[in-house]
């Protein structure tokens, strides 16, 4: 289909890192049901590092594909690396998004910060609330 | 590959191209022109006309080419509203799960003044001539109401719905491109009063359509230019295509009842197969439904990665997720029809033809159960419905 690319229909067909960690360490949900997609990604971490991380998705090719890619992307990284990990590098490493399907790429993003918030919150650990995601009080999905 | 998408498009026929090639090539000529070519290509268009004329029932005269389904639509509803404009009548009846070709079109009326009256369509999609008769009113000037919804393949009372618009005097407009071809049509019988057919929902060429306007009533033209169509609808006519249409509607009519009776077996085998699914459901009328209509939701998947699923095994089918039609919301006919937004994701049409054959069934109930149990697998949505976190709807 030439709606994505060969790297989008890859990430699609051939998740990586896709199922449910059992006992992670933070585990992080965004999306709404409503608009058709929610990810969810666990995190297994040890010494700052991202030792393993799976994700679930309801949602589009897009939405199944920037979950995987993102998780591909902080697989192995520090906390901090996978905190800087844009939506924009997620739709470079796809190769691109149709314009309409970006918002999948800023939810994996989201999905990765909730994660490690969850995992902050969790230890006690402080952090800056307004780099997080703020998924009580969100504006930016129309339906919640 | 399985093509399950007949409701998108349909394959070329080959009477259809036969009909069209002496038109592409050794008769190209304009209908407009005095000279013997363009004499045979006015001819053609007099043959289709009166081959369309007899398909459903109405006078050569009283039928008018368009591009297609979505051009009659507009043409239809903006002819009857002008009508009504002139006499003061500004409200139109119509329902919630029409086509967009209607619900824009009357979108357009609404924001000049007119009234826009859209009936509910209950859980199976449909509505009753008593709904109809009941929102009626003095100053109504229009009813348009489809013969056979494109999305979940309910089949309305057309002939009942016109026949309450003509005891009151009101036009009476049904969008059939859905229904051409694969239902009976008499708009006489029918009490039709405007139809509007799609050339390639029946093996016809993408681009031509038809708009029947009982005598009468003046289609006000949407393209001026020309005195084609009686200087309804300018512009060189689709000769090719409009040929090619004519030999489509003429092969599909004269096979409707053992097309339909074919079709809906294979159709009542697929429903029964795929309700197996836990926690799906089927949309629309299960008894009066067209003969190639199969639509389900599947609850806790979406539906483009379905599709996309389908397509790596070579079949092609549609869904009604807001992802699959690129738009924020799923479809207004799941909508209209009390599926919540969740479900309507995750919704996906099979549409069959009389070419699909047992073994594609057999493959297609292979596959479907097999792509929703893994989505479901990935899916945070299906975890929660199965741990009660969330209340299944389905």
Redesign the interface.
Same mark, same amino acid.
Do not use: F, T
């Given at each position: 289909m030439a709606l994505y690319t060969e790297t989008v229909m890859d990430h699609f067909r051939n998740p990586r890192n896709a199922g449910e960690m059992k006992d992670a360490d933070g585990i992080g949900e965004v999306g709404n049901a409503k608009c058709g997609d929610i990810m969810k990604i666990y995190l297994r971490i040890e010494n700052n590092i991202i030792k393993d991380v799976k994700f679930e998705t309801f949602g589009c090719g897009s939405a199944i594909a920037s979950s995987s890619m993102a998780t591909e992307m902080i697989k192995g990284k520090t906390i901090e690396e996978a905190l800087a990990v844009t939506n924009r590098q997620v739709v470079e490493a796809l190769g691109g998004l149709p314009a309409h399907k970006l918002h999948c790429s800023v939810l994996a993003e989201e999905a990765v910060k909730a994660a490690i918030k969850n995992y902050y919150d969790r230890n006690g650990i402080s952090y800056n609330r307004s780099e997080f995601p703020d998924c009580e009080n969100c504006g930016s999905c129309r339906m919640v | 590959m399985i093509y399950a998408d007949n409701a998108a498009t349909t394959k070329l026929s080959v009477a259809a191209l036969d009909a069209m090639m002496p038109y592409l090539m050794e008769n190209f000529g304009n209908p407009s022109s005095l000279h013997t070519m363009g004499q045979k290509a006015a001819e053609a268009l007099q043959e289709a006309r009166e081959t369309i004329a007899v398909c459903i029932g109405c006078s050569p005269k009283e039928v008018y080419f368009t591009s297609g389904g979505s051009e009659s639509d507009n043409q239809a509803i903006i002819s009857a509203a002008e009508t009504g404009r002139k006499k003061g009548k500004k409200h139109i009846i119509s329902t919630a799960f029409e086509h967009h070709a209607v619900l824009h079109t009357l979108k357009k009326l609404e924001r000049q003044g007119f009234e826009i009256e859209l009936l509910p369509v209950g859980s199976t999609g449909t509505v009753t001539a008593e709904q109809v008769e009941k929102a009626i009113r003095p100053d109504t000037c229009l009813v348009t109401i489809m013969y056979a919804n494109n999305e979940i393949g309910s089949v309305l009372p057309v002939a009942e719905i016109g026949a309450v618009c003509r005891a009151a005097k009101v036009f009476f407009h049904t969008d059939a491109v859905q229904a051409a071809g694969h239902l009976h049509i008499n708009v006489k019988e029918q009490n039709i009063d405007m139809l509007s057919l799609s050339a390639h929902k029946f093996h016809g060429p993408k681009g031509a359509g038809v708009l029947y306007a009982k005598t009468g009533i003046i289609p006000v033209s949407l393209i001026e230019g020309g005195a084609q169509e009686r200087g309804r609808r300018a512009g060189t006519e689709n000769v090719p295509a409009i040929a090619g249409m004519a030999a489509a509607l003429k092969e599909a009519v004269a096979n409707i009842d053992i097309n339909a009776a074919k079709v809906s077996v294979l159709r009542d085998r697929l429903i029964a197969g795929l309700s197996e699914i836990p926690h799906c459901a089927l949309n629309g009328d299960p008894v009066n439904r067209l003969p190639g209509n199969v639509n389900f939701c599947f609850e806790?998947?979406?539906?483009? %990665?379905l599709l996309?699923?389908l397509?790596?095994k070579g079949i092609c089918a549609s869904s009604g997720?807001?992802?699959?039609s690129?738009s924020?919301d799923?479809s207004h006919v799941l909508l209209a029809i009390g599926r919540?937004?969740?479900v309507a994701?995750g919704s996906l049409r099979l549409s069959l033809c009389e070419t699909n054959t047992e073994e594609e069934i057999n493959i297609i109930l292979a596959e479907v159960p097999a792509i929703v149990k893994y989505l479901r697998?990935? %899916?945070?949505?299906?975890?929660d419905l199965e741990s009660g976190k969330?209340k299944f709807v389905l």
């Open positions: - | 806790g998947i979406e539906g483009e %990665s996309l699923l397509d790596a997720s807001a992802c699959a690129g924020l799923p919540p937004h969740e994701h697998n990935m %899916s945070p949505v299906w975890k969330r």
